[in-house]
């Protein structure tokens, strides 16, 4: 019934930036918090950042705070993930989940070269 797209990821250097996205669909998006995870390549898959469905809350991991940035905009029913001072270790596959449903997307993969 609800379907989630993650985009944006892609190559980046060791202290650039870059922004995912994740699009929602088949749902009304507003009245979910929203939240990102990430995989490393023989990780388990991590918390990332929370928000909540009025974009009025926030919480990150302790590794990502003060550098991603999470936001919404519930008129065009997409999340963001602002990632800024890239690090290497923040290589991994990105995804968005729907509040504390096991809905998740097919994922994006963030790769921050050295």
């Known amino acids: 019934q609800v379907q989630l797209v993650e985009s944006g990821g892609g190559l980046v250097q060791a202290g650039g930036s870059l922004r995912l996205s994740c699009a929602a669909s088949g749902r009304a998006f507003s009245s979910y918090a929203m939240n990102w995870f990430r995989q490393a390549p023989g990780k388990a898959r991590e918390f990332v950042a929370y928000i909540s469905w009025s974009g009025d809350s926030t919480y990150y991991a302790a590794s990502v705070k003060g550098r991603f940035t999470i936001s919404r905009d519930n008129a065009k029913n997409t999340v963001y993930l602002q990632m800024n001072n890239a690090k290497p270790e923040d290589t991994a596959v990105y995804y968005c989940?729907?509040?504390?449903?096991?809905?998740w997307g097919q994922g994006t993969l963030v790769t921050v070269s050295s």
């Open positions: 989940r729907l509040g504390n449903l096991e809905v």
